[in-house]
């Protein structure tokens, strides 16, 4: 049933998870690269892990992946375990799909985002992200360029042993959302490994990627979400 601008808008604490998936979208869109750049010689501070990422992600225009996401529950400790999958295309286009068969999903089509709870049975659309106004992870959708200037990037030191990554965690200068964002790349590729997400409640999400491909062409048709049958559409 679809009953439309019949419904308040959302609080904004039930905004909250579409602004953190929008953050980790944003931020693998960043750091994957376009093919394995092998550089003479580590960067070994921040500022040249972050130009070293940007520089490796400049050609890409597409990317998809699978990941698995835990997420824990700051009340009760509880992990709660999924597995999703996310498409993205420069500029502004994104599809992430959480929880099989899908329980959330966030899809952008550049000009119109789509957010979904299955759980709610409701299907929220709305102008997309990245007005001036925007928190500065939504801005990161029109620049993808801008890591240095929306986050405090502090580059973790060598783990001992020494492990084939660098660690960042990122703080955006401008609250929105999201309080940290910690990322795992590999060393030369600079491919996105790892991800965790602290909210601005202390929630923690982590997530962990496979099978990510880059380049070639997504289907206009998976930047576009319609409403499932008995599904209320809140517009906005």
């Given at each position: ?76 400790g509880v992990e709660e375990k999924k597995r999703g999958r996310i498409q993205l295309e420069r500029p502004r286009k994104m599809r992430l799909e959480l929880g099989l068969p899908v329980e959330f999903a966030l899809v952008s089509d550049g000009a119109t ?124």
């Open positions: 049933m679809d009953h439309r601008h019949k419904h308040p808008p959302l609080s904004e604490s039930r905004l909250l998870p579409a602004r953190w998936i929008a953050a980790f979208t944003l931020v693998v869109s960043l750091v994957a690269p376009a093919s394995a750049l092998a550089l003479p010689g580590e960067p070994t501070t921040a500022k040249d892990v972050v130009s070293a990422v940007q520089a490796t992600y400049a050609k890409v225009t597409a990317v998809r992946a699978d990941f698995t996401q835990v997420t824990t529950n700051m009340l009760t985002q789509w957010v979904f709870s299955a759980p709610q049975k409701q299907l929220v659309v709305q102008k997309v992200l990245g007005t001036s106004s925007s928190g500065s992870v939504d801005r990161l959708i029109d620049d993808l360029g801008q890591l240095g200037d929306l986050f405090d990037v502090v580059l973790l030191p060598a783990a001992t042993p020494p492990k084939p990554t660098h660690v960042l965690t990122l703080k955006p200068k401008t609250p929105n959302g999201v309080k940290q964002i910690e990322l795992v790349v590999k060393k030369q590729s600079y491919l996105l490994q790892d991800l965790t997400i602290t909210d601005a409640n202390d929630g923690v999400t982590k997530m962990g990627f496979t099978g990510v491909v880059l380049g070639g062409d997504v289907p206009d048709v998976q930047f576009v979400f319609k409403a499932p049958p008995g599904v209320t559409v809140v517009n906005q």
